[in-house]
């Protein structure tokens, strides 16, 4: 299985809204399991999004601190805790 966040880069400006999503591959996961997204960096925060029915997180924030950030989103399904690429 595979766990992916996208977009895997933007080229925002500060203030613009962000929108990323965490997607599951090849996993079936119940709708409405968390999946938490951890923006470090600029605009350091943690964001909790949940699965639509086809495995598919959406958040959306506000990148208020000029800087570069670095999104990675986490969750767990059974006993195993899934990590996706960083974006």
Do not use: C, E
Not at 27 to 50: C, E, H, K, S, W
Not at 54 to 63: D, L, N, S, W
């Amino acid at each position: 299985p595979a766990f992916r966040l996208t977009p895997t880069s933007t080229t925002a400006l500060q203030g613009d809204r962000q929108t990323l999503a965490a997607h599951f591959d090849y996993l079936a996961v119940p709708a409405n399991t968390p999946v938490y997204f951890a923006i470090g960096d600029a605009n350091l925060q943690n964001m909790l999004g949940r699965t639509d029915a086809q495995g598919k997180a959406v958040i959306a924030y506000a990148g208020i601190f000029a800087g570069t950030d670095t999104i990675q989103a986490r969750a767990t399904i059974g006993t195993t805790t899934y990590r996706s690429n960083s974006a």
